[in-house]
């Protein structure tokens, strides 16, 4: 099978803490994108991280990659109620994008 | 900022019936690629397309699916005879590469067959 996981499945935080979502692969892997699904919307792409990189930041995000590991981490800090969403890593392998199950993580206000 | 955009963004059919989602992918790309989300569910390949062929399908991709590109901006995902199971939200999405480069993705085509 060419699935991974995401742990944690659900995450629940109060407003200004920060959020960690894991990912895991099977494959090799050209990058791993982040993306971020509302509620019954499209994907929005939040970061992508190359295989020869090994951290990345965007504003308040950060995603790390360990290749030799399989695995991808992604940090929200300071999170906001707006960021309540369901998150999904991706890795690019083969020709084709293959999605993880994702983390649906609750920020309260 | 381009997007990916498609077309209808909810579509009801009766089982059997013949459905064309429609994807205008962004301009100046050209790999395109189209993606399912059963309610509740992962999201999963279904089909890429370059250079007018197919370059990579999966299992799902049956011979009840087709992708066309009709003109220079469209790309289209028919679905020949509808069942249940095909009930879904389907991504169409772009990229300028087809590896190392971000894929952009629609606002999704909700299909409820009934």
């Known amino acids: 099978s060419q699935q991974g996981e995401e742990d944690p499945q659900a995450l629940s935080i109060q407003e200004g803490e920060n959020a960690t979502m894991n990912c895991s692969y099977k494959t090799s892997i050209n990058n791993l994108q982040w993306y971020r699904q509302n509620s019954g919307r499209g994907l929005v792409h939040l970061i992508l991280?190359?295989?020869?990189?090994r951290e990345k930041h965007s504003g308040r995000l950060r995603v790390t990659l360990d290749t030799s590991k399989k695995s991808s981490s992604l940090l929200i800090t300071a999170s906001r109620a707006a960021d309540t969403a369901s998150y999904f890593c991706?890795?690019?392998?083969?020709?084709?994008?293959?999605f993880g199950q994702g983390t649906i993580l609750t920020v309260h206000p | 900022e381009p997007e990916v955009t498609q077309t209808p963004s909810h579509q009801v059919t009766q089982m059997g019936q013949e459905v064309i989602l429609r994807c205008v992918p962004i301009s100046n790309h050209l790999y395109f690629y189209w993606y399912r989300q059963i309610l509740g569910q992962k999201v999963e390949f279904l089909v890429s397309?370059?250079?007018?062929?197919?370059?990579?399908k999966s299992e799902i991709f049956d011979d009840q699916f087709s992708v066309e590109r009709p003109d220079g901006s469209n790309f289209t995902l028919k679905i020949r005879s509808t069942k249940l199971e095909d009930s879904a939200m389907y991504f169409c999405a772009s990229s300028d590469q087809g590896s190392g480069n971000t894929i952009y993705f629609g606002e999704g085509s909700w299909l409820t067959v009934v």
């Open positions: 397309f370059y250079n007018n062929e197919i370059s990579e």
């Open positions: 991706a890795w690019l392998g083969y020709g084709k994008l293959t």
């Open positions: 991280i190359r295989s020869n990189e």
